[in-house]
């Protein structure tokens, strides 16, 4: 995380920095984005960055914890009032903020892109640790909302089921992606269509695989 010393920047500084920086990362990936650059285009002095942030993984981690708080400032207003909605819409406009907000932040979803597409990296388990932990507080919320309003069994394992949830929405878009469009993951642009992968995603956590019964006997 940064240091005391970026903080204390003026905030048109910091900000300048962070933009330059996911220019750098979107453009090029983690693994050849270039310090050089981003001090340059941020017009400062590269002992100066050093002086922000221990080294270049410093600045991405940073760089990925500010992209989370500001996605969460883009949640659906739906999320205003959740106690008005039952379980399921809320997860699903959850789902399509997040589109929304892939769509309309092009060079952050860029660094996204770069992640699904290095798995192997080093980097991607930390940064999904940071994303599923996020993604993790704020379905326990949701799930404790539907419990005291009765939209799911009560007797559920909170941190379990929000932890599947969690994993489950990356592996929707990695689905989708894969053997829907065929091809890699790239969410630049807002596609309906991952909407109705979602909306299976909706189905399987509510009515889950088993044979549903009819008076008591199977329903074949």
Same mark, same amino acid.
């Given at each position: 995380?940064?240091?005391?010393?970026?903080?204390?920047?003026?905030?048109?500084?910091?900000?300048?920095?962070?933009?330059?920086?996911?220019?750098?990362f979107g453009a090029f990936g983690y693994d050849k984005a270039s310090i050089n650059r981003i001090v340059e285009n941020s017009h400062i002095a590269k002992g100066s960055f050093y002086q922000y942030f221990e080294d270049k993984k410093d600045l991405?981690?940073?760089?990925?914890?500010?992209?989370?708080?500001?996605?969460?400032?883009?949640?659906?207003?739906?999320?205003?009032?959740?106690?008005?909605?039952?379980?399921?819409?809320?997860?699903?406009?959850?789902?399509?903020?997040?589109?929304?907000?892939?769509?309309?932040?092009?060079?952050?979803?860029?660094?996204?892109?770069?992640?699904?597409?290095?798995?192997?990296?080093?980097?991607?388990?930390?940064?999904? !640790? +940071?994303?599923?932990?996020?993604?993790?507080? *704020?379905? #326990?919320?949701? &799930?404790? @909302?539907?419990?005291? %309003? $009765?939209? /799911?069994?009560?007797?559920?394992?909170?941190?379990?089921?929000?932890?599947?949830?969690?994993?489950?929405?990356?592996?929707?878009?990695?689905?989708?992606?894969?053997?829907?469009?065929?091809?890699?993951? !790239? +969410?630049?642009?807002?596609?309906?269509?991952? *909407?109705? #992968?979602?909306? &299976?995603? @909706?189905?399987?956590? %509510? $009515?889950? /695989?088993?044979?549903?019964?009819?008076?008591?006997?199977?329903?074949?």
């Amino acid at each position: 995380m940064p240091k005391e010393t970026f903080k204390n920047l003026p905030e048109e500084k910091r900000l300048l920095i962070e933009k330059v920086a996911i220019s750098e990362f979107g453009a090029f990936g983690y693994d050849k984005a270039s310090i050089n650059r981003i001090v340059e285009n941020s017009h400062i002095a590269k002992g100066s960055f050093y002086q922000y942030f221990e080294d270049k993984k410093d600045l991405f981690l940073y760089l990925i914890s500010k992209v989370n708080e500001k996605k969460l400032e883009s949640i659906s207003p739906v999320f205003q009032n959740p106690g008005e909605y039952d379980f399921f819409t809320l997860i699903r406009e959850l789902f399509i903020s997040g589109l929304k907000f892939a769509a309309d932040n092009p060079e952050i979803t860029l660094m996204g892109n770069w992640l699904f597409k290095n798995k192997g990296h080093p980097l991607y388990n930390e940064v999904v !640790d +940071i994303g599923l932990q996020n993604a993790q507080n *704020i379905y #326990t919320g949701l &799930l404790e @909302l539907a419990i005291s %309003k $009765n939209e /799911i069994r009560y007797d559920i394992d909170l941190e379990f089921v929000s932890y599947i949830i969690s994993t489950m929405n990356v592996s929707v878009v990695e689905y989708y992606f894969q053997n829907i469009k065929g091809g890699e993951p !790239d +969410i630049r642009k807002f596609d309906e269509g991952i *909407i109705e #992968t979602v909306d &299976l995603l @909706l189905d399987f956590i %509510k $009515n889950g /695989i088993g044979t549903r019964k009819k008076g008591g006997k199977d329903n074949d």
